[in-house]
């Protein structure tokens, strides 16, 4: 019995405990919650900017579904998606990669990227090649189906966007890219 009543005591402690630590939690939160109200009183002067931000997010809700809608026609998971979307742009800017490369791009890990090759290479979409330099080591390249499914599935909204562009002048064409690799730099370094 006298177990039993330190070990209530114990508890009644731990209680006790908790419960000023939820209320440290529940002042931290007002704080929060105050710090939120001004930043969305702010926010509201940005007005145009913000209209900006909220296209922004659409399009890449849009992109997102275009994307997913992809992989699902073609039995892919949208890892797989942005695994082929890293292979198509190191091949364009003619850098080699690796799998554990393409791993570390994508934030999986060494046996999540060596699946998601062997994955795509079932698929026939990429291939495994010997580095000319290195016998060693193991280069992944993009096969020529895979481009040739993007081009079919992304090839339309590619075309529409270039058409776009085209009605920019060079100034305007320089705003938008230092936006987009603004938008792109703040993503990158959000993570």
């Given at each position: 019995?006298?177990?039993?009543?330190?070990?209530?005591?114990?508890?009644?402690?731990?209680?006790?405990?908790?419960?000023?630590?939820?209320?440290?939690?529940?002042?931290?939160?007002?704080?929060?919650?105050?710090?939120?109200?001004?930043?969305?009183?702010?926010?509201?002067?940005?007005?145009?900017?913000?209209?900006?931000?909220?296209?922004?997010?659409?399009?890449?809700?849009?992109?997102?579904?275009?994307?997913?809608?992809?992989?699902?026609?073609?039995?892919?998971?949208?890892?797989?998606?942005?695994?082929?979307?890293?292979?198509?742009?190191?091949?364009?800017?003619?850098?080699?990669?690796?799998?554990?490369?393409?791993?570390?791009?994508?934030?999986?890990?060494?046996?999540?990227?060596?699946?998601?090759?062997?994955?795509?290479?079932?698929l026939g979409l990429v291939r495994r090649v010997r580095d000319t330099r290195d016998r060693r080591r193991v280069l992944v390249e993009v096969d020529e189906r895979a481009v040739e499914l993007g081009w079919d599935a992304f090839g339309p909204l590619i075309g529409r966007a270039v058409e776009l562009?085209?009605?920019?002048?060079?100034?305007?064409?320089?705003?938008?890219?230092?936006?987009?690799?603004?938008?792109?730099?703040?993503?990158?370094?959000?993570?």
């Amino acid at each position: 019995m006298a177990d039993d009543a330190h070990e209530m005591e114990g508890d009644a402690r731990e209680m006790e405990g908790d419960a000023r630590e939820m209320e440290g939690d529940a002042r931290e939160m007002e704080g929060d919650a105050r710090e939120m109200e001004g930043d969305a009183r702010e926010m509201e002067g940005d007005a145009r900017e913000m209209e900006i931000v909220h296209l922004l997010r659409e399009v890449a809700v849009e992109l997102g579904l275009h994307s997913a809608r992809f992989a699902n026609r073609n039995g892919m998971h949208p890892t797989d998606v942005r695994a082929l979307i890293a292979l198509m742009e190191a091949r364009r800017a003619g850098t080699e990669m690796t799998s554990g490369r393409l791993g570390t791009l994508l934030g999986l890990n060494s046996a999540g990227a060596t699946a998601l090759t062997d994955r795509l290479e079932r698929l026939g979409l990429v291939r495994r090649v010997r580095d000319t330099r290195d016998r060693r080591r193991v280069l992944v390249e993009v096969d020529e189906r895979a481009v040739e499914l993007g081009w079919d599935a992304f090839g339309p909204l590619i075309g529409r966007a270039v058409e776009l562009l085209r009605g920019y002048d060079e100034r305007e064409l320089a705003a938008v890219r230092g936006f987009l690799n603004g938008v792109r730099d703040a993503a990158t370094e959000a993570h």
